[in-house]
């Protein structure tokens, strides 16, 4: 069936690109390996619900968020299997995590007594991913109280509630062609792991996107996101496919006089006779303000640019060398129309920014439309 497209902006997301995207992530990792994608922040904005459904058949290891509601909306959608939080979390969302079988993070040892107290009171039991600060500096328990923190992780479990399922660290630098540390903060890790006897079962995981082609077998397991999603990892790294397509129409189409100012601040003037298209996306569907007269867009195959200020509602492009525009018509803010393409990283970098805000800026606004089509 074909559902008819939105008449104002839409983001088109390609599911067979976002799962050869999770293939060549786990051959990166290796046959068997652990490879729990992210899906935080909304599935980097493309719908987290609907990245599970396309990737489940894959049989990943389970799905990461950032936070317990997050992990507690994919639970209220059916979703199943392991979900981790791997972002600090607070006492007070202890009950949640139980309540929805999240398995937490733990930067501080100090709370595991409560969080197992807890999940015995639920008569249940949480897992834990025991997180190693070896260079990131914003979560982590730091290598020198590692030893300290395993043995109260293993007090606490032997109490009953908790279930020690990883140990992990997270890569500042991985996208970085001969960064400082990807090596080091896996040694490190790994080195952490065999000081304090990391009991077998325990999965270790340090790779990020980026971190799985770099790092492969050697990184244990590995919570890939912006590849999955169309991001790039770095120059010298393999490109993803193209994962998602922002589109707006033409809401109208103006022939304008020499010297006619556009927008709020009236920042563009006509520099002749010109013709104007006015897009239906704005700021308020994600689109970054920084672009207005200095992003570009696709239309009719042909690369147009952004004029004047970007409206919160609407956009404004100079169409003047392009024949047979007109209201409807469809233009690509990222993705492809013909033989012309404006990549999410090229956008990006554009904006001043990089493909990750881009995706987690875009807002419910714009529908997202899933296609298994090729
Ligand atoms: C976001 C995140 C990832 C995914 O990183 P990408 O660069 O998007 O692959 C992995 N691990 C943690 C802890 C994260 O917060």
């Known amino acids: 069936m074909h559902t008819p497209l939105p008449t104002r ?14 293939r060549r992530v786990s051959a990166a990792m290796g046959e068997g390996a652990w490879v729990m994608p992210m899906v935080k922040a909304d599935g980097y904005g493309l719908g987290a619900v609907e990245v599970v459904r396309a990737l489940e058949a894959e049989a990943p290891a389970g799905w990461g968020v950032a936070t317990v509601a997050e ?8 979703v199943d299997g392991p979900i981790g ?9 202890f009950p949640d995590a139980v309540a929805h079988r999240l398995d937490v993070a733990i930067s501080d040892a100090t709370l595991l007594e409560g969080l197992a107290a807890v999940a015995r009171a639920e008569g249940g039991s949480v897992g834990v991913h025991l997180e190693v600060d070896t260079g990131m500096g914003r979560a982590g328990v730091e290598i020198a109280a590692l030893d300290g923190a395993a043995d109260e992780l293993r007090r606490c479990v032997a109490l009953g509630g908790l279930r020690w399922v990883g140990m992990f660290t997270h890569l500042h630098s991985a996208d970085e062609q001969g960064g400082p540390g990807a090596r080091e903060q896996l040694d490190a890790l790994r080195s952490a792991a065999a000081r304090i006897e990391l009991p077998s079962g325990v999965q270790l995981h340090a790779a990020n996107s980026a971190g799985a082609f770099r790092l492969g077998a050697a990184a ?21 496919e193209p994962v998602a397509s922002i589109r707006a129409r033409v809401v109208r189409v103006a022939e304008v006089a020499p010297g006619t100012p556009l927008g ?23 689109l970054p303000r920084i672009l207005g007269n200095r992003g570009e867009v696709l239309i009719a195959g042909r690369r147009v640019p952004i004029i004047g200020r970007i409206s919160m509602d609407v956009t404004v492009v ?25 990549t999410l990283d090229e956008v ?8 990750y805000e881009i995706l987690a800026g875009l ?9 298994e089509a090729e």
């Open 71 to 78: 992990g507690a909306a994919l639970r209220g959608r059916g």
């Open 348 to 355: 990006a970098t554009r904006a001043g920014t990089i493909s």
């Open 85 to 93: 939080v791997f972002t600090p979390v607070l006492a007070a969302d």
């Open 9 to 22: 902006a839409w983001i088109e997301v390609h599911a067979p690109a976002l799962r050869r995207n999770y």
């Open 318 to 342: 100079n169409i003047s060398g392009v024949p047979g525009v007109e209201a409807g018509n469809v233009a690509t803010l990222v993705g492809r129309d013909g033989r012309e393409e404006l």
């Open 363 to 371: 807002s419910p606004r714009l529908p997202r439309i899933w296609t």
């Open 220 to 240: 244990a397991g590995a919570r890939p996101g912006i590849f999955l999603y169309g991001g790039s990892i770095g120059s010298e790294l393999p490109p993803p």
């Open 264 to 286: 709020y601040g009236a920042t563009y003037r006509a520099s002749g006779p010109e013709r104007w298209a006015t897009l239906g996306i704005g700021y308020g569907d994600g």
